[in-house]
C-alpha cells in the first residue's frame, strides 16, 4: 500500500476493560477513566491521536454500561469521538470497533488500534508505525527486551534462561491495512478463537506479515494502582516544574485627599470625609498591586500602559489596569501564586474593609481570597501620611511563569 496524505488513519481505543487489578478502596471506576496529573487517561490518549495530523477519526470501544463516564472522563476531546459498545474479551471488542468501521460510508485504509491506557504514546511512533505500513500488512509499536528472561518451574524456581536477543515486548498502537486485519478478526472469530491478547497475534494466526517499530520507553500500559499514581505524581511534578519560574514584583503608590464623601481602596468604596485625587479613580491600593504585577513581568508600570496624557483613561476604573496586568500574566503562560498590599494612613480606618478588599482583589485577579493579603498601617502621624494628606500603598506580587519563558535562561 502507498502511504500518502490521501491514505486515510482511523483510530480504534480500546477501553471497555473494567481494570479491577487497578482497584484502590476509594475508587473502583475503571483505569482508563481516573484522573492523572489533572485529566483522565483516556482523555489523554484521545488527544495525543486528534492532535496527530495524520490521524482521522478515533473510535473508542466502550463498556456498554460506561456511557456517562466516557461522557464526563473526556469532556471536549470526547465529542468528536465515536463509541461502540465491546464484547466480552479484548479481541471481541477490537472486532466490535472493526465492524462499526467497516460499517461506514468510507472505512479507513488502515486503522491502528491502541490500549486507552497507554497515554504516553509519542507521536513520532504512530508516525512510524503507519509508515511501516508501506510495505507490511501490519507494523506494531514494541520494544526489544532489556531485561534476561527466564522461565519457572511448577515450584517457582527457575526452568532456565530464555536468550532475550530477537525478543520483543508488544506496545500499541498496532496498526494493519483494514481490510486484511477485518478479515482476520471475523475468521479468528468464527474459528471461535478467543485467546489472542493482541491484534498482532490475530494477524500472525491469519497469515498476515507484521513489522516491529520501536516504541517509546515512556508509552507503559497503566496497568495498577501503583502505575496511576506514579503517572499523577511525574505528570504534577512536570506541571510543577515548567512554571518554576517564580518572580516577585514590589509596586508604591500615593494619591492626595481632596474634598469629597468616600474613597475607593482595592475596588471597594470607603465612606470618607474625603476623597483621593487622581486621573482615574485614585484607587491606590489597586495601583501598586497593579504595578507589583508589572514589576513580576518586568513590563513597565501603569503610566506605560496607561498614558496619563490620553484622556480616555480620565476618571477611569482602575479595575482596567489590573485586568490589563492579570491578562498579561496570563498570556505568558503563568499564573499569579500571591498578592501582598499595605495601605498606608491615618484614616479611613481600613480594618473593618479588609475582607472586602481581599475579596475584590481576589477576584479580579482569579485568585483565592487565602491568596490575597491586605494589612493597614498608620505613620505614627509623621510625614504627608500622618498630616492626612493623602493615602499610600506599597505591594508584592508573587508570579509564576513557564520555565522555558526566555529570560529564564539567563
Ligand atoms: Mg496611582
Redesign the pocket.
Known amino acids: 500500500m502507498k502511504i500518502d496524505e490521501n491514505t486515510t488513519v482511523a483510530v480504534l481505543l480500546v477501553a471497555a476493560g473494567r481494570g479491577s487489578r487497578a482497584a484502590t478502596a476509594s475508587d473502583t471506576s475503571p483505569k482508563q477513566y481516573r484522573t492523572i496529573g489533572g485529566v483522565s487517561v483516556i482523555a489523554r490518549s484521545i488527544k495525543v491521536f486528534q492532535d496527530h495530523p495524520r490521524v482521522g477519526p478515533v473510535v473508542a470501544v466502550i463498556h456498554r454500561d460506561d456511557g456517562a463516564a466516557f461522557t464526563e472522563a473526556t469532556g471536549e476531546a470526547g465529542r468528536d469521538v465515536a463509541t461502540v459498545p465491546g464484547g466480552a474479551t479484548r479481541q471481541a471488542s477490537v472486532l466490535c470497533g472493526l465492524e462499526h468501521l467497516a460499517s461506514l460510508p468510507a472505512p479507513p485504509d488502515i486503522v491502528l488500534i491502541h490500549d486507552a491506557v497507554r497515554p504516553f504514546v509519542a507521536p513520532s511512533v504512530i508516525d512510524d508505525v503507519i509508515l511501516a505500513l508501506g510495505d507490511s500488512e501490519g507494523a506494531i509499536a514494541a520494544l526489544p527486551a532489556i531485561e534476561t528472561l527466564k522461565t519457572e518451574t511448577e515450584n517457582g524456581h527457575i526452568a532456565k534462561t530464555v536468550p532475550r536477543a530477537g525478543v520483543w515486548s508488544a506496545q500499541t498502537p498496532q496498526g494493519f491495512h483494514f481490510a486484511p486485519i477485518l478479515a482476520a478478526h471475523r475468521a479468528a472469530a468464527e474459528s471461535e478463537r478467543s485467546d489472542f491478547t493482541d491484534d498482532a497475534a490475530v494477524a500472525e494466526w491469519y497469515g498476515a506479515a507484521v513489522r516491529l517499530v520501536a516504541g517509546n520507553r515512556d508509552n507503559v500500559k497503566l496497568t495498577t494502582a501503583g502505575d496511576l499514581a506514579s503517572a499523577d505524581r511525574r505528570l504534577k511534578m512536570e506541571a510543577l516544574m515548567h512554571m518554576a519560574d517564580i518572580r516577585v514584583g514590589s509596586g508604591f ?3 492626595a485627599f481632596v474634598e469629597g464623601s468616600e474613597v475607593i481602596l482595592g475596588g471597594v468604596a470607603i465612606p470618607h470625609d474625603k476623597r483621593l485625587s ?3 479613580d ?3 491600593a489597586m ?2 498591586v497593579t504595578d507589583a504585577l508589572f514589576g513580576a513581568l518586568g513590563d513597565g508600570d ?1 503610566g506605560s500602559h496607561f498614558p496619563p496624557s490620553e484622556p480616555e483613561w480620565k476618571g477611569a476604573a ?1 479595575r482596567i489596569f489590573l485586568e490589563k496586568a492579570v491578562s498579561l500574566v496570563q498570556e505568558r503562560g503563568g499564573g499569579i501564586a500571591h498578592i501582598d498590599v499595605t495601605i498606608i494612613c491615618e484614616a479611613p480606618k481600613i480594618g473593618p474593609h479588609r475582607d472586602a478588599i481581599r475579596e475584590s482583589l481576589a477576584a479580579l485577579c482569579g485568585l483565592a481570597v487565602e491568596r490575597v493579603s491586605v494589612k493597614a498601617t498608620t505613620t505614627e502621624k509623621l510625614g504627608f501620611t500622618g498630616r492626612k494628606e493623602g493615602i499610600a500603598a506599597q505591594a508584592t506580587a508573587t508570579i509564576r511563569l513557564p520555565f522555558d519563558d526566555g529570560a529564564a535562561d539567563g
Open positions: 503608590d500615593v494619591h487622581g486621573h482615574s485614585a484607587d491606590v495601583h501598586a501603569i482602575s
